[in-house]
Structures are given as C-alpha cells and as structure tokens.
C-alpha cells in the first residue's frame, strides 16, 4: 500500500486511526525502483561518491551536506536540516549484545512522539484511486475530517478489481534469488524517525507487512488488515517474489476471482461491537477442548501411551552424481524421530532399523505434483557437515497430509501428541483438495472479463496461454461457495503454506569465507543458503540463540547459538535491518492471549534496533 506523508508520527497511529490491530507487525520502506535490484548496497549508484563526501565531513552527515549517515539503512540521500547524528554510536566494545545497544542520541525523535506535527485540511469526501490502492486525496489535493477519523476503513477493507495501468509499470519484478534479496534494502530504520531519513510532507512511502507473523486474525475486527494481508500476498505471487507450482498458481487465480466476484455482493454484517467477551470466552473453552481431547493417533484406550504413526512409504537419500530410486520402508514416527526399518516385521522384532532420523531442527519442504500424483516430502536434516537431504515419498494424498503434519511439528520441536496435529492435517487435505481442477466450470468463460495479466504470474501466461481461463474457472468450481472474507482467508492460508512464504533474504559474506551467500530470515530461524539455488546449508533456530549483537564500526553482525556462533556482514542492505528482523521476530514470539495486549513500544525499540 502506498501512503503520502502529510504528518511524521509514527505508522502506529496510521494503523490505530484506520482499524488495524497489530501495528507492530506494519513498517514502513520506500518505493524501489528496478535499478536498485541489479546493484548491492555499496555500490548502488551515488552511493561511493555519498561515502567519499562522508569522509570529507569528518565521518559525519553534517546538518548541510545531504550526505547520508553511515549509521542507518537509509540508501538515498538524506536532505533533512536535522538528519541523523549517529543513533548507533561507535560503543566501547566491538560487539554489543542486543538488547544493550548503543546509546540513543538526544536529538533522534523517538517512535513516541506526539502525532499531529502536520496539517490536516478539511474538504470536500472524495479521493482518487491509484496504484490499486486509494489516495487520501481529494480534487483540491486536502484531506477530509472524515478520513482524518478512519472513514477510510471502508475503502481499505476492500480493493479495486483492476490496478491501474501506472502503478502496474511500476511493479518490481525480481528473477533471481539475488534480486530477491536486495529488495529488502528499502525498510526504513525504526528507530529513527522518517524526517531524520529524508522523507518530507507530501514524499510518497510504501506501508507493507515486514514480518510474516500474523497473531489472531479475525474476520469481526481486521477486515483492513485481513485485505492488506491478502493484497501483499496477491502482489507477491504475481511478481514472482515466491515461486508456486502451476496447480498452486491456479488455485490462487481461481481464489481472486471469488474475491473480485463476492466484492460486489453484499455481505453479512459481523458486529464486533458487543461480542469481545463472547468470543475471548469461545475460544478458551475450544482451546480447553481440544487440548484435553488432544490428537486421535492410536485407537488404544491407555492415556499413558506416547502416539506413533506408522507405515510403508518410500524413502530416498540423494547423492550427487548417482542414479538412486526410492527404496520401500516401514516408517515409525514417535516423539521426534523417524524411525525406518525393511519391513514391519523387523519393526516388531525389535531389529536394528535401517536409518534413523532427528526430526527437531529439520528443514521441512512439501514435493507435490497433484496432476502426476507426486505427493513427496523433502528434509534437510542438521550434522556435522551442513544439512543432508533426504526424501520421502507418500502413496496418496491422506497419508502425505499425516506424515506432512507429523514432520512439520516434530521440526519445531512438538511430538504427535500435540493438540494441534489434527488441525495440521485437516489445512494439508483442504490445501491439496482446493487444487483440485473440476471437469467443468461452474461458470461459463464467455460470462466473466478475465485479464489472465491480474490472475496469474507471467511465466504461467507463457506457458498456458490460451486455456488459461478455462483452467482458472475449472479451479473456480473448488471455491465458488466462499464467501469474500473466508475467500481472502483462504489465499493468505494458502500462500503461508508455500515452502518460501515469509522468509527474507539477504545476501551476506561469512567471516572466513570470501564468497557471497545468502541469509534467509523467517519467524522462527535464520538460514544460510546457497546463493544460485536456495539449498540450504544450515538452519539455527531462534529457540537456540543466546544473543545477537552487532560491531557498529565494520558493520559486522554476531548471532550466538548453543551449538556455535556465527559471523556475517550484510552486502545487500545495512547489517541493522537484519538486527530489526531478528528483535522484531523475538517480540512477535512474545504475543500470546495470556500477556497483556498493549503494545510494548519501549521493549520493541529496545529488541529491534538500538536504543535503551
């Protein structure tokens, strides 16, 4: 979403003001263009003659030059007369442990201040659209009261059916893991404010979902939040920003089409206004519920026996430069471990098995093909020497949606005894089953103006071209019943599905080693990746950190782990945006229905970026 600046607090109170829970889940970046993905930070145009001229002001953006402070990921230049004076000082120790971090300059304006430094004109209620989204502007280029008041939830809530030409010739399109990467050059710092950044009244910024973490959507109250969600997640899929197989892709189409088809139908009113308490009620009894009934694995009436799951799949352990097929086994998954042995009857005879296998910590990825009945699952399990691909193979879709769910779980460290694996198979089966194409669509192709362009990424367009509509309204029969909120819940669960979803990327050099690699971020881990293809090499989990600390003066960054600490410097943004996506996911992990919900700003800053 693109927003104008009319007024510098902070996008918290953008978010109170428009309906959205959960700001902290919001930040704010600046709009790139496509040169800035062919380039790493350091070398983006202007940026050394920038450095040289920092230099030549004694190691400091001075109040007059426009010079760019080295002390934050802003990568244009910085006009403002009272830019950053080093909010993340060189400090006494080479390495500060977050989140003890250099001390905060006095004249950096905290994220708190006071809101209303800008000027609001009231004028006549209409705006114009633009670049898919909604200007706040009326003809006479001034605000109303009434959107100053959150009128434009409404507007929000819901989004246009086509994007304007213009903003369309602005989309970024990356190709490579490489350009991926640098995207995330363009997150402004948190703890600075935007004006110490250059931005002024009237710049345009983009407001976007920074960290893929979303806590307890619901349709009653987030129906802003919820269009967001989905908007971003529309966006990515169509740039090409997250990769998907064809069946996803159409899935995905056949969901916008229910969008775009129930936005114009009326919808029932949900009133949140008397139904808080009801609901906070509601969902501890069904919480209670299904974690006294916990997960129907074993028909044995004995509450003391530990679940198991077991049957013969396929397995396969790959090495390079060797033809090996799938191997039948009989598979065991107990606690955290799979267990595999040549045949049941060895299982029973208590026999040496032929592999076993530590779950925790593995990197878990779907290998489905529903039109060739593929229904695989990948593992990188941790050693000594990286990770080590395995693969296993399931017969039909139930039995990969049980095995699926008991691996996903068993990575993050929880057994089959978890309340949550029945409802981890049932979002695998609705996964697959909505990818499933009709024999005829339920509506005719010639009734719809389908633009295949808004529907589907462009390497899909080549290689389908003229049956794609047919193929999206065949797909459409899966989902034609759901109604506009569930449609939109359905592509934000499918799309958090994906193998890629909400991992950020950053192209990194690690201390001893002079190649370039790269960094993936998520919610729950940190992975160093192979630049040309995205293998994983290593995965550390957040549960083992024991802190992350940056050396502010050679940009230097150092997580440290249980089982070993790792060195890196950033190439395709400034080292503090990793910083603010490691704090910011150890905050987010913090939410829960117990804790008090307010919004803990002070704790954020302190996790995220810089001061005390």
Same mark, same amino acid.
């Given at each position: ?33 496509? =040169?800035?993905?062919?380039? =790493? ?5 202007? =940026? ?107 507007? !929000? ?11 369309? #010739? ?13 995207? =995330? @050059? ?78 114009? @139908? ?7 206004? #008397? ?62 471990? +799979? ?84 409802? %981890? ?48 309204? %065949? ?6 019943? +759901? ?16 193998? %890629? ?47 992350? #600390? ?48 307010? !919004? #803990? ?12």
């Amino acid at each position: 979403m693109l927003i104008w600046i009319l007024d510098l607090g902070p996008c918290k109170s953008w978010a109170c003001n428009h309906g959205v829970r959960y700001p902290e889940e919001l930040s704010l970046c600046k709009p790139l263009e496509p =040169n800035h993905l062919k380039y =790493n930070l350091k070398d983006l145009p202007g =940026n050394k003659k920038r450095q040289q001229q920092h230099q030549n002001h004694g190691g400091r953006g001075g109040p007059n030059n426009g010079v760019s402070p080295p002390d934050t990921n802003t990568f244009i230049p910085n006009h403002s007369p009272s830019g950053s004076t080093g909010s993340l000082e060189q400090s006494p120790q080479p390495f500060m442990c977050a989140p003890v971090t250099p001390t905060r300059h006095q004249t950096s304006t905290p994220i708190s201040s006071p809101v209303g430094s800008g000027t609001w004109k009231k004028n006549n209620q209409s705006y114009g659209e633009m670049n898919g989204s909604y200007s706040p502007y009326n003809v006479n280029n001034s605000l109303t009261l009434e959107m100053l008041n959150g009128s434009l939830d409404s507007s !929000l809530a819901n989004s246009p059916s086509q994007p304007s030409p213009e903003a369309r #010739n602005k989309l970024l399109r990356p190709r490579t893991l490489v350009e991926r990467a640098r995207i =995330n @050059v363009a997150w402004l710092d948190s703890s600075l404010s935007i004006m110490e950044q250059g931005v002024r009244e009237y710049d345009t910024l983009c407001l976007r979902f920074k960290f893929y973490s979303f806590y307890d959507l619901n349709p009653k109250y987030d129906s802003v939040r919820i269009n967001q969600i989905y908007e971003q997640a529309k966006w990515q899929l169509l740039n090409e920003e997250i990769d998907c197989t064809e069946e996803e892709m159409l899935m995905f189409a056949a969901l916008q089409v229910q969008v775009t088809l129930q936005a114009g @139908v009326p919808q029932p009113i949900m009133d949140s206004s #008397n139904t808080i308490v009801e609901d906070d009620i509601d969902a501890a009894l069904t919480d209670l519920q299904v974690t006294l009934e916990g997960s129907h694995i074993s028909s044995s009436s004995d509450i003391m026996q530990i679940p198991e799951l077991f049957d013969y799949l396929r397995f396969i352990k790959p090495k390079r430069f060797t033809l090996k097929a799938f191997k039948r086994y009989w598979f065991t998954c107990r606690d955290l471990h +799979l267990t595999l042995y040549k045949t049941r009857e060895e299982a029973t005879q208590g026999a040496e098995p032929a592999h076993h296998i530590n779950l925790r910590g593995c990197e878990v990825t779907p290998d489905v093909n529903i039109a060739q009945s593929k229904y695989g699952i990948k593992l990188e399990v941790p050693s000594a020497e990286g990770m080590t691909e395995m693969m296993i193979r399931c017969d039909t879709e139930e039995q990969y949606a049980k095995w699926m769910a008991a691996c996903r779980l068993a990575a993050k460290g929880r057994s089959l005894a978890d309340s949550s694996y029945e409802t %981890e198979v049932k979002s695998i089966v609705a996964f697959l089953q909505m990818q499933h194409p009709a024999l005829t669509p339920a509506i005719s192709p010639s009734s719809l103006n389908i633009n295949p362009d808004d529907y589907v990424a462009p390497r899909f367009l080549r290689k389908l071209k003229g049956k794609l509509v047919q193929r999206i309204l %065949e797909a459409h029969t899966n989902v034609k019943d +759901l109604p506009l909120v569930d449609a939109k819940l359905s592509y934000i669960k499918a799309w958090q599905s994906l193998p %890629e979803y909400g991992i950020s990327l950053f192209i990194v050099k690690f201390m001893g080693h002079k190649k370039e690699e790269l960094l993936g971020v998520a919610f729950n881990r940190l992975m160093r990746m192979d630049i040309n293809t995205g293998d994983h090499i290593k995965t550390w989990r957040y549960n083992t950190m024991k802190a992350w #600390n940056v050396n502010w003066e050679v940009k230097h960054m150092m997580v440290q782990f249980e089982e070993a600490n790792i060195i890196f410097s950033c190439l395709s943004a400034d080292c503090k945006v990793i910083h603010e996506f490691i704090g910011g996911y150890i905050f987010l992990s913090m939410r829960s229905k117990e804790a008090n919900q307010t !919004l #803990n700003e002070e704790l954020f800053h302190k996790l995220t970026g810089g001061w005390s």
